[in-house]
């Protein structure tokens, strides 16, 4: 399953498509009540067409996943348009290398390609890959944290994470970064807000050791190490906080695995943090 995130970007492609390509998609996919003859125009075609996507209605014309088989039709369709990728063909591109077929689709949809990248896929020519194991989903842990969060009404933190999301589609690491050690510090600064009213902290150490030594029952376990048991000991908690808050001779510049690695850390721990919060 891909985001929601990946399908607007996706959707964004469509958009640029005219009448007759859009109610090819809706014959293709039997979106039934987009009529192909409805005079609507495209974008209110497209945004019906992201609904149908988000909710998974609709019929895969290829495989039993509608979010990847709309997906392999806009690649397919983009090397349609540009036939001479087929045979090895390379496009001069004035602002960086040259464009060949394998990394064609991503090189010229950069947003889609980063975003396809957090969901766990990669596209190579035609082909789109599975990046991560199967076992690691992140799509399926994002989406789950995006409504733990509106669960829980932490709406501040779940601005952070979007605004880190929105930076890492589009390439800009240094931003991703510093969004995702806000998220992370917003969301534990919360989290003590809700058990401890009466303490609340105002720096992600506080917080941490709030949450481990005044709260009933510990929020934060000293046995799993997630917090020192005495000022020797490291942590976890404390670990993770540093690694996203690291800094030297270039401190918050990072390269694409670099924030990638930062964002897969970063939804994993909030994600597990916020059902150990619904269980209390």
């Not at 397919?76 to 290398?97: H, L, M, T």
């Not at 709260?215 to 540093?242: C, H, I, R």
């Amino acid at each position: 399953m891909l985001s929601n995130k990946t399908l607007f970007d996706l959707i964004k492609l469509a958009d640029e498509f005219d009448h007759p390509e859009v109610n090819r998609i809706v014959s293709v996919f039997n979106f039934t009540h987009l009529a192909p003859n409805s005079k609507n125009s495209v974008k209110s075609k497209t945004t019906s067409i992201f609904i149908h996507l988000k909710f998974k209605s609709g019929t895969p014309p290829f495989t039993d996943d509608i979010h990847l088989d709309f997906l392999q039709y806009l690649i397919d369709d983009y090397f349609f348009k540009r036939p001479f990728y087929e045979s090895g063909g390379i496009e001069y591109n004035p602002n960086g290398p040259s464009i060949n077929f394998q990394n064609a689709f991503v090189t010229n949809n950069k947003e889609v390609g980063n975003s396809l990248k957090r969901d766990g896929y990669i596209v190579v020519g035609k082909t789109i890959k599975k990046l991560l194991p199967q076992e690691i989903e992140e799509a399926k842990i994002e989406s789950e944290l995006m409504v733990a969060l509106d669960d829980v009404g932490f709406q501040q933190s779940k601005e952070h994470l979007n605004q880190a999301i929105s930076n890492h589609s589009q390439g800009s690491w240094a931003g991703a970064n510093s969004q995702f050690r806000t998220f992370t510090e917003s969301l534990l600064l919360e989290i003590c807000k809700k058990l401890l009213p009466k303490n609340a902290a105002l720096t992600c150490a506080q917080a941490i050791k709030l949450l481990s030594d005044t709260a009933n029952p510990p929020f934060l376990s000293k046995d799993l190490n997630e917090v020192p048991s005495n000022d020797k000991d490291d942590s976890f908690v404390y670990g993770l906080w540093v690694r996203l808050h690291s800094d030297g001779s270039h401190p918050g510049l990072s390269d694409e695995d670099d924030s990638s690695f930062r964002y897969h850390m970063t939804i994993v721990f909030a994600n597990y943090l916020l059902r150990r919060l619904k269980s209390r």
